[in-house]
């Protein structure tokens, strides 16, 4: 069990929204992940936190945002929702930034729908 | 060219049978090679890794990479129902400021049939 959640589930929203997914880290987990799967591909690297701070992002736009917690939770935010932007938002926890493959867990994702 | 290409499939084959995956990459930077196995409506989740060049093995499963020809590969043994699931290879790349990401291919979506 990997110990990492993710809220809500599923989500439906209208082109223009702006939404927030959660993620609880597993314990001990200082660093969190987030990457954007479309349907039919492999995920996406969006951007990455380590104690609080982002230190690597991937090819999006800055209307992808994140926070991460003192607790390590995080949060991304998706500002002017486009149809495109509807996938499974996956994210994972490692215990540091130089992610040993073994150490991180992905959670079992958002999916999110844009109409 | 994507840094990171991988045959989507899909692929069925019986029960028993020994499966062969396949990635081609692109970037001589990437360092760890993975594969993950993710089922329908879930994360993916870790299979094997490796470092170098060469063969790991880990019960039904070998992870195989090539580096000189950029190529890494997972077989499958004698094949169950229950690996019907998509497979994704992953390679580990810098992303700067300290931190790492993965690159995945497409991912393969497999079927055994009992």
């Known amino acids: 069990e990997t110990g990492v959640t993710q809220s809500p589930t599923h989500l439906i929203k209208t082109r223009g929204q702006q939404v927030t997914l959660r993620c609880s880290s597993q314990?001990?987990?200082?660093?969190v992940s987030w990457y954007q799967q479309a349907l039919g591909q492999g995920p996406q690297f969006i951007f990455q936190y380590y104690r609080e701070e982002e230190n690597g992002r991937g090819n999006f736009p800055p209307r992808f945002s994140g926070l991460q917690f003192p607790n390590y939770s995080s949060e991304l935010n998706v500002n002017a929702l486009e149809l495109d932007d509807s996938a499974l938002y996956l994210c994972?926890?490692?215990?540091?930034?130089?992610?040993?493959?073994?150490?991180?867990?992905f959670g079992p994702g958002t999916r999110l729908t844009v109409t | 060219q994507k840094e990171v290409e991988q045959d989507p499939g899909p692929l069925s084959v019986p029960e028993g049978a020994i499966v062969s995956l396949n990635c081609t990459y692109s970037n001589s930077a990437f360092q760890y090679f993975m594969w993950y196995r993710q089922y329908s409506r879930k994360g993916p989740e870790l299979l094997m890794y490796t470092y170098s060049s060469g063969n790991k093995e880990d019960g039904r499963f070998t992870a195989q990479v090539d580096k000189s020809s950029k190529y890494i590969s997972l077989f499958i043994r004698d094949s169950q129902p229950s690996d019907s699931a998509t497979y994704l290879c992953?390679?580990?790349?810098?992303?700067?400021?300290?931190?790492?990401?993965?690159?995945f291919g497409k991912g393969t979506k497999l079927s055994v049939i009992p």
């Open positions: 992953a390679m580990r790349g810098y992303s700067g400021a300290g931190s790492y990401q993965l690159t």
């Open positions: 994972a926890s490692s215990p540091g930034s130089f992610l040993s493959p073994y150490e991180q867990y």
């Open positions: 314990s001990g987990h200082n660093t």
